[in-house]
């Protein structure tokens, strides 16, 4: 579909209902919008919520409120209620969900199901848009293969006539998942999993200060009953010596290697050990492994003193996370389109997240998916659980238990290579995990590997070392970079390099860092013929807060400085609260990228993001400025601008703010704010710690590859494969040649010619009430799901 949903649609309204023409094919769209997720509460369940209702608004639909989740809709009444565009304004930034969530008995009953149809049909609701868990939309599932009788039973019984049960004879559903495990299969994240990883690991780097100061072991449980996903990942953001988790149990005699792995670490002056532990964790025979019990064999066994702590709800409480925002809007949009396409033949489909695309599979395939998962735990084949996870959850647990254990130096075979590791360009969270991955998998794989110190500034000054196993434990959780890195290009220290590199003997060089990292990839790649020292395997790893790097969607950093945009712009929103209309205007960095712009503004829900990519002129702020002004003299508040700091050379924050402050005189005031150096500071987000870890030990296995097929024969790498961007591009890991990337280049402005996040665009200007097409071509389509493609 390559149209626009604005030019594809058509509405007339007949009265209580509005009939839909999507592409040319009419449908009724009265959808109603409810939180079905039992009586948990999940973050960015309003960024979905907001989401839905807008983008029904924007369509021509009425939107429905159902609170209090399934109960609201058996009790009916004033618990169905229809919203507006207000009704959802300010809510991004707040947790939970405004509209409720409870159990229900009563809609597990025929009968209950029975008042919620009648409910329904007395607003003409024939499309259900649903969060919750497999269990929750399970039961929209049954409720929907129900509605055809309980139409005829509701007719029967002279609630509804025979009119009604034609006009409304079928029900269309739509499911997005909460669920802060990240436990449903079909989809790489669910709604609420990154909100929750980043209170964990507030939680445990806050831990870790006082456990260093007092040599002391914690034990620390987090939620996950059936699912290990939240304690797989946190052991990884925080380089945790040990892991239970209920699909991967630990091997008999698990009590004595742990003792022994924890020995060892006190052998070392480690002062402090973490052990982490999911609620479910299991034995190989099923039996549970509690903390207490880890508690207790530390203690018993080593004398350590020993603390335990159950972080419990605390993981579902504070702010949501800047990607949970974006992503249930991304889904909330979608779920909307899917409405819209829903035929009789449609069935029920969930709303999920592969890579960077919302798609739709059937609800009941992953359903079928997440439940096979728990019975291969229950009949004890643990392998196929692992693999029924999917391919994330395998390559997270892989990675882990490499970069966890460090075998005998006896046990590794010595392949006689050293690899050295560079920081280059600005700093960016997440660069020191980067680097302790790559030591470890090199040191694993049998290499030597070297460390240079401040960039290839200090490369040419020979301030280069070798670095150890545990010389880098503990850089997880380090924002910044410990090796140092400066923007210097090798260009012009070329010869001292090459000369570094014979010394050295230094057979590949692995380059984290942003768009000079690729640029000093493409100079010493041109300067083999010149130096036969750079015919060696060359590979760069996107680490930069600006994601200007071609050849990957997202670079390492970007999600860090994504937050704290957020939770600046989050602040400053709320600074205003009590006081008179105000608007903010807030200054991004990026260079001449509009990534942090665009992205900080659907996520903080801003009214307008200015941005390099998309000219704008006069005409264009005018018009902004009047339509601010019209949304706050309704009860519209706060007004929220983001401009990047490259976007006009001549339409700058300054004349930007004087604009709207002299436009919105008598309307609102305003204010103005350059958030400055302080995007790139701070420790890493949960998803920047396991990013790197995860993007570099994939950028070694490649070097050792490489290497692997040069042993013995003294060969030169000079082809063009041999010098590579690692990126990410849709859910799949490439590695690509410079040489061909410079084509997709711009480097007069540093970013790639065409960037995926543009797609977006449209989509934050609508929720912020504008009139926009928004491109649905890469939706519509219902997939299906694949164990080994999640």
Same mark, same amino acid.
């Given at each position: ?76 009444? #004033?618990?169905?209620?229809? &919203? ?7 809510? !991004?930034? %707040?947790? +939970?969900?405004?509209? /409720? ?104 780097? #806050?831990?870790?200060?006082? &456990? ?7 034990? !620390?449980? %987090?939620? +996950?009953?059936?699912? /290990? ?120 489909? %969930? ?440």
């Amino acid at each position: 579909m390559s149209k626009s949903l604005l030019k594809c649609l058509g509405v007339c309204v007949q009265a209580c209902e509005i009939r839909i023409h999507w592409q040319n094919r009419p449908c009724s769209l009265l959808p109603w919008f409810c939180h079905l997720g039992g009586v948990t509460r999940i973050e960015g369940m309003n960024a979905a919520v907001r989401a839905v209702v807008r983008m029904g608004i924007y369509v021509g639909a009425k939107v429905y409120f159902i609170y209090e989740g399934y109960q609201g809709m058996v009790d009916g009444g #004033a618990n169905i209620a229809e &919203a507006d565009w207000e009704s959802v304004s300010s809510i !991004l930034q %707040v947790g +939970g969900t405004i509209i /409720g969530s409870a159990r229900c008995q009563a809609f597990r009953t025929r009968e209950g199901r029975l008042k919620a149809a009648c409910n329904l049909l007395q607003r003409g609701i024939t499309n259900l848009c649903v969060i919750g868990g497999d269990g929750s939309l399970t039961g929209a599932n049954l409720f929907r293969k129900e509605w055809s009788g309980l139409l005829e039973e509701l007719a029967r019984n002279g609630q509804i006539d025979k009119e009604a049960v034609q006009k409304y004879a079928y029900l269309n559903v739509v499911g997005m998942v909460g669920s802060i495990d990240n436990d449903f299969c079909g989809t790489d994240m669910t709604i609420g999993t990154d909100s929750a990883l980043h209170r964990i690991i507030e939680v445990i780097d #806050a831990i870790m200060t006082t &456990a260093q100061s007092h040599q002391r072991t914690f034990v !620390l449980e %987090v939620m +996950g009953r059936h699912c /290990g996903y939240l304690a797989l990942v946190s052991a990884l953001a925080c380089g945790a010596d040990w892991v239970f988790l209920p699909e991967s149990p630990p091997e008999q005699g698990w009590e004595e290697q742990m003792c022994v792995k924890l020995s060892e670490n006190r052998a070392r002056k480690k002062r402090l050990n973490i052990i982490i532990v999911a609620e479910g964790a299991i034995d190989t025979q099923n039996k549970p492994i509690t903390s207490e019990k880890i508690k207790e064999l530390v203690v018993t066994q080593l004398g350590y003193d020993t603390r335990v702590t159950i972080l419990g709800h605390v993981q579902r409480g504070g702010t949501p996370s800047a990607f949970d925002r974006i992503l249930a809007s991304r889904m909330g949009v979608e779920a909307v389109i899917a409405l819209l396409e829903a035929t009789p033949d449609t069935p029920a489909c %969930v709303v999920s997240l592969n890579g960077n695309h919302a798609v739709r599979l059937p609800l009941m395939e992953c359903v079928q998916m997440t439940q096979d998962v728990q019975k291969a735990m229950d009949e004890r084949r643990f392998q196929d659980a692992v693999r029924l996870r999917g391919r994330s959850f395998a390559g997270n647990l892989n990675t882990y238990k490499r970069l966890a254990i460090k075998l005998p130096d006896d046990q590794i075979p010595k392949t006689n290579c050293n690899v050295a590791v560079i920081n280059v360009g600005a700093p960016a969270a997440g660069m020191n995990a980067a680097v302790r991955s790559a030591v470890r998998v090199g040191i694993a794989d049998g290499h030597r590997m070297l460390a240079i110190y401040d960039g290839f500034d200090g490369f040419a000054k020979g301030q280069i070392k070798e670095i150890g196993w545990t010389d880098v434990g503990g850089w997880t959780g380090q924002g910044g970079s410990i090796l140092g890195t400066k923007r210097i290009l090798p260009g012009k220290y070329l010869e001292e390099i090459a000369t570094q590199m014979r010394t050295h003997s230094i057979n590949a060089l692995l380059i984290i860092g942003g768009f000079e990292a690729y640029k000093s990839a493409c100079d010493m790649a041109e300067a083999r013929g010149r130096h036969q020292e750079l015919c060696i395997p060359l590979c760069v790893v996107p680490a930069t807060i600006s994601n200007n790097v071609p050849g990957t969607e997202i670079s390492l950093g970007a999600d860090t400085s994504l937050n704290v945009i957020v939770q600046t712009c989050d602040r400053i929103k709320q600074s205003a609260s009590g006081t008179k209309r105000r608007v903010f205007i807030i200054e991004t960095m990026g260079g001449y990228c509009g990534y942090l712009a665009n992205m900080g503004g659907l996520a903080a829900g801003a009214d307008a993001a200015y941005i390099f990519e998309e000219p704008f002129d006069i005409r264009d702020l005018q018009s902004n400025v009047e339509h601010l002004t019209e949304k706050m003299k309704t009860t519209i508040q706060r007004g929220l601008v983001l401009r990047n700091e490259s976007c006009s050379e001549n339409y700058t924050t300054d004349f930007i703010y004087q604009l709207y402050s002299e436009e919105g005189k008598g309307v609102f005031d305003c204010r103005k704010n350059v958030l400055g150096h302080m995007q790139q500071g701070g420790a890493p987000s949960p998803f920047d710690r396991n990013f790197g870890t995860k993007i570099s030990a994939r950028a070694m296995e490649w070097i050792t590859a490489k290497l692997k097929e040069a042993r013995g024969r003294g060969k030169k790498f000079t082809t063009d494969d041999s010098v590579c961007v690692l990126g990410i591009s849709k859910r799949n890991v490439i590695f690509q040649p410079v040489a061909e990337l410079k084509q997709q280049t711009d480097f007069e402005h540093r970013i790639p010619k065409e960037q995926w996040w543009l797609k977006l665009r449209p989509l934050m200007k609508i929720l912020a009430k504008y009139k926009a097409s928004y491109d649905v071509s890469d939706s519509g389509q219902l997939e299906h799901v694949q164990p080994w493609s999640v």
